[in-house]
């Protein structure tokens, strides 16, 4: 965005500069050799022109605008300001012999290539907006949809603190036998050091298995509760939402 506030700048600038003139009063402004220098471009002419009062063509002097008869003030100011020299622009034609009139009337003369800000902005920007554009609509869809692919290996566990777990064994109703292995949990997860002493190998975890609504969740939370420790709960989809 600032490369092409400034491009316009620039643009702009130089338009309130420049005066735009005819290809043809730029024609009679060279043979009256009152072109200075001029800068070639591919579609225009650019350059400086420093006008003389007394410039005739063709033997007739140059046509002029006259100030009104009864503006003696007015037709001064006008003869000065056609002497100030100024910058000039004009849409470049088809002419061969340009090059040999700009040398035999003495003007400075260069050539431009054509600006390569204008080319990097219009070869590179354009794809590139539209392939950010698709990427950041893609992830959106993917987002929107829960099926994101970026974020397949981020954890979307919650974590809920002992002061919200707030569920013990005594809320369980029935399940005695599997409170009863369960209690071996709570003890390690209190102590795991005693039992790390005895060369025991941990276990990575327990399974509960069980139709759904049997208390396997209240189950976790009551051992949480229990252990007086920090309760991760997540459902399988959250990690595995793309294919579940």
């Not at 061969?96 to 700009?102: I, R, S």
């Not at 070869?123 to 392939?131: H, K, N, S």
Request: hydrophobic residues 45%.
């Amino acid at each position: 965005m600032l490369a092409l506030l400034l491009w316009f700048w620039q643009g702009g600038m130089s338009q309130l500069e420049v005066r735009t003139i005819p290809y043809s009063q730029f024609k009679t402004y060279l043979a009256n050799h009152e072109v200075a220098e001029a800068s070639l471009k591919p579609d225009e002419i650019l350059g400086r022109i420093t006008p003389r009062a007394n410039a005739v063509t063709n033997g007739n002097p140059a046509a002029v605008p006259r100030p009104p008869a009864n503006s003696e003030a007015g037709g001064t100011n006008l003869a000065n300001s056609r002497t100030i020299p100024f910058q000039f622009r004009t849409v470049r034609l088809e002419d061969p012999d340009l090059v040999k009139e700009l040398q035999a009337a003495g003007v400075l003369y260069t050539a431009e290539r054509p600006s390569l800000l204008p080319q990097f902005l219009l070869t590179w920007v354009p794809p590139l907006a539209v392939m950010i554009g698709l990427f950041a609509w893609m992830g959106r869809q993917f987002r929107t949809a829960g099926q994101s692919v970026f974020g397949l290996g981020k954890s979307t566990a919650k974590l809920v603190a002992d002061k919200t777990t707030g569920v013990t064994f005594q809320d369980v109703a029935g399940c005695d036998e599997a409170k009863t292995e369960l209690r071996e949990v709570v003890d390690f997860l209190q102590c795991p050091k005693r039992y790390q002493a005895l060369g025991a190998k941990i276990p990575k975890g327990v399974l509960l298995v069980g139709p759904p609504g049997t208390g396997k969740t209240l189950l976790a939370r009551a051992v949480a509760g229990e252990a007086k420790v920090p309760l991760f709960s997540l459902s399988g989809s959250d990690f595995v939402e793309m294919f579940v």
